[in-house]
């Protein structure tokens, strides 16, 4: 009597491992088909639903739900009203994005050029940190910070700098009572919580440029600054995109920060869930929620053509 008689657990596997070393493809089909069924029905499906829903509109009167396509609803975003958010989202995001490269390029340069040992394990401590407490806590927590009686008015008025925070909070539009109810705040806070996703990637594409390269360009004469200008910068262009990608897009669809920092004027996430739920204009919220998905197709298009995906 064989092995495999006496444990048809045992035999059943061996028949899989054999078919499995046969038919390679099955093993590979098997293993794609949960996360391609997630991504293709639960992903990409509700995306469709929602993208198929803004194409319908809203009775004025009753407040029903019309389930017929028209563009109508997208012809309401170029309403002043809601083009305005448009506009005031997107000119956040790319303020925050510029605001974060440039931040994050001294550090992440440093982490990879000079950080080693406990230095560097210093400073991915001091970059995960952050990410690893409540997204709400440091928010409110920041609305204490730059709240009229917190620690920034305070160290202003310390300094003899209160007058210059009270000029920029005097400037129209973006300035506000205080730092907590203006754009100022909001970009403050927005630029501190998306930080780190600029510096990881940033600093994964510097450590990939080859010191060679940097050498060579000094052998031929470059200066330090023509050197990052004309070397670092284009082979480390691939980490700014990835990074830009979050800071952009994950700007663009919040909506707790303004809600909880800032003016009342309203940006795009803040329109998607008041719109879905006190208002109840599904088809509207539809439609400024494929907005921001518009405008990443059209960045990421772009960056590719630039060539930017080349090296990552």
Request: glycine share 8%; no cysteine.
């Amino acid at each position: 009597m064989s092995a495999s008689s006496h444990h048809p657990e045992r035999g059943l596997a061996d028949r899989l491992t054999a078919l499995f070393w046969q038919r390679p493809r099955v093993l590979l089909a098997l293993l794609l088909a949960p996360p391609l069924f997630w991504l293709g029905i639960v992903y990409v499906g509700s995306l469709a639903a929602l993208l198929w829903q803004s194409f319908y509109s809203i009775d004025q009167f009753s407040g029903i739900v019309v389930k017929d396509f028209t563009l109508n609803t997208y012809r309401e975003l170029l309403l002043p009203q809601n083009y305005d958010i448009i506009v005031r989202t997107v000119t956040m995001a790319a303020l925050v994005t510029v605001a974060s490269v440039v931040l994050a390029f001294p550090v992440a340069f440093f982490a990879a050029r000079f950080a080693k040992g406990r230095w560097k394990a210093f400073f991915y401590l001091g970059i995960m940190l952050p990410l690893w407490s409540s997204y709400l806590v440091k928010v409110y927590a920041w609305k204490l910070i730059l709240a009229k009686e917190g620690i920034i008015t305070w160290a202003a008025n310390g300094i003899g700098a209160g007058s210059v925070l009270d000029g920029l909070l005097a400037i129209p539009v973006i300035g506000g009572n205080s730092l907590s109810t203006s754009y100022i705040g909001t970009f403050l806070v927005f630029v501190y919580v998306w930080l780190p996703y600029m510096i990881l990637p940033m600093q994964a594409s510097l450590e990939r440029v080859p010191t060679s390269m940097l050498e060579a360009s000094a052998d031929l004469g470059a200066s330090g600054l023509r050197t990052l200008w004309s070397v670092t910068l284009p082979l480390a262009l691939p980490g700014i995109i990835a990074g830009s990608i979050f800071t952009f897009s994950l700007t663009l669809g919040d909506y707790i920060i303004p809600q909880i920092i800032g003016s009342s004027r309203f940006f795009i996430g803040q329109a998607v869930y008041s719109l879905q739920g006190t208002a109840g204009n599904i088809p509207l919220a539809a439609a400024f929620a494929v907005v921001p998905i518009l405008i990443m197709l059209v960045y990421l298009t772009i960056a590719r053509k630039l060539g930017a995906f080349d090296a990552l």
